[in-house]
């Protein structure tokens, strides 16, 4: 069964780097052809995808985030990170990491149950 679980502070000040932790069981993340994003949900509003790492390391990132945005991996502890710096209040979400398998149709395969992160001073 492959089970995904972020972690990492609930509460980041203005202008701090927000750093979270997804640890996946389960399966590896550098089994061929699978990917690993963030994803967020501000209140009240959709789903945000924030950038990705692929099995073989690579990274690609929303445009709108790039310059805040860094995701790495661990590949002896099986999990992949999230670095977002210089945030703001806007950057209150529930953040998410999920997996889906390249040619996948269903899209994302996996997801973990997300983490309230509220930025405020």
């Known amino acids: 069964q492959v089970q995904l679980q972020e972690s990492g502070p609930g509460l980041v000040k203005p202008s701090q780097t927000l750093s979270l932790t997804c640890t996946v069981s389960?399966?590896?993340?550098?089994?061929?052809?699978?990917?690993w994003s963030w994803i967020r949900q501000p209140p009240g509003k959709g789903l945000e995808w924030m950038g990705v790492?692929?099995?073989?390391?690579?990274?690609d990132y929303s445009p709108s985030l790039k310059s805040r945005t860094s995701i790495s991996r661990d590949t002896s502890k099986n999990q992949v990170s999230l670095h977002l710096s210089s945030v703001t209040p806007e950057d209150t979400a529930v953040y998410y990491c999920a997996a889906e398998r390249a040619g996948n149709p269903i899209g994302y395969e996996y997801w973990g149950q997300g983490t309230q992160v509220t930025v405020s001073s």
């Open positions: 790492i692929h099995y073989d390391g690579s990274t």
């Open positions: 389960g399966l590896s993340i550098i089994t061929n052809s699978y990917a």
